[in-house]
């Protein structure tokens, strides 16, 4: 019966996101009159009250935390596990400042919303070295027009009991070699939402993203030993607090 009742609910949304994605549409194609980084900055707002439209008329909830430790003016990357198609619409509206993310171009080709997914992330595809070599000029790039870049070094979606996949060294070379702080961020209960596994099926939940304090980079850093600082960090706090937000 619950399973009934959570595809009714996918259904539910899914026209939610069909009904707000045109004017969205509309609205991302308009901002692409502007140049960089105010074409980011206002993609940010869009999809930002995008989401909180869809979350309220779906019945999630959000709460985010760790606002405070991104200082004004300053660029970092933000490091987020990985566990639900539901990461990205939590993460990159509601970190704060303009941000890309690194995403399959794949699903770019997708009509209507591939504008959107084109606008908001450096898009790369894994199987072509050209591909990933371009994508990490254009990360270092967004870095530097003050914006940050949001990557998840898992790579795919964590389907194992682990808290933490294995880390892939992507990040941790951008952070070194652009001396950019890395703000780690956990996201909780998105594999409620949409789980791994299972087609055509929503449930609401409350979601939270917590944003950690900055771990300082600097040229000349061991990027494994940094990967592995990270992953320490994130895999300690998952542990620490998944069980008060199930």
């Known amino acids: 019966m619950k399973n009934f009742i959570f595809k009714i609910l996918a259904a539910w949304a899914l026209i939610v996101f069909v009904i707000t994605l045109v004017p969205v549409v509309l609205l991302m194609w308009i901002i692409g009159l502007y140049n960089e980084p105010k074409r980011t900055r206002y993609f940010r707002e869009i999809s930002k009250a995008w989401m909180r439209i869809f979350f309220f008329l779906t019945g999630c909830n959000l709460k985010v935390k760790g606002k405070e430790n991104f200082v004004a003016g300053e660029r970092y990357i933000i ?26 171009a794949e699903m ?30 254009k990360m270092k790039k967004v870095l530097a027009l003050g914006m ?3 990557i998840y070094p898992e790579g795919t979606r964590n389907k194992t009991d682990l808290p933490l996949k294995e ?14 702080s890395i703000i780690p961020a956990l996201i909780f209960n998105t594999k409620k ?54």
């Open 108 to 137: 770019a080709k997708i009509p209507l919303f591939g504008l959107i997914y084109k606008r908001g992330a450096v898009l790369v595809d894994r199987k072509d070295k050209k591909s990933r070599q371009d994508s990490f000029k």
């Open 148 to 150: 940050h870049m949001c």
């Open 193 to 246: 939402v949409l789980p791994p596994g299972k087609s055509f099926y929503f449930r609401p939940a409350k979601m939270e993203i917590h944003f950690l304090r900055p771990v300082k980079v600097e040229k000349g850093d061991n990027y494994e030993l940094l990967k592995e600082k990270i992953h320490r960090i994130m895999s300690d706090y998952y542990r620490q607090h998944q069980n008060s937000k199930s």
């Open 79 to 104: 490091t987020c596990n990985h566990n639900s198609l539901m990461d990205v619409p939590v993460a990159t509206p509601f970190i704060p400042g303009a941000n890309k993310t690194i995403a399959k």
């Open 167 to 180: 880390f892939h060294d992507g990040a941790f070379r951008l952070a070194i070699e652009t001396s950019t």
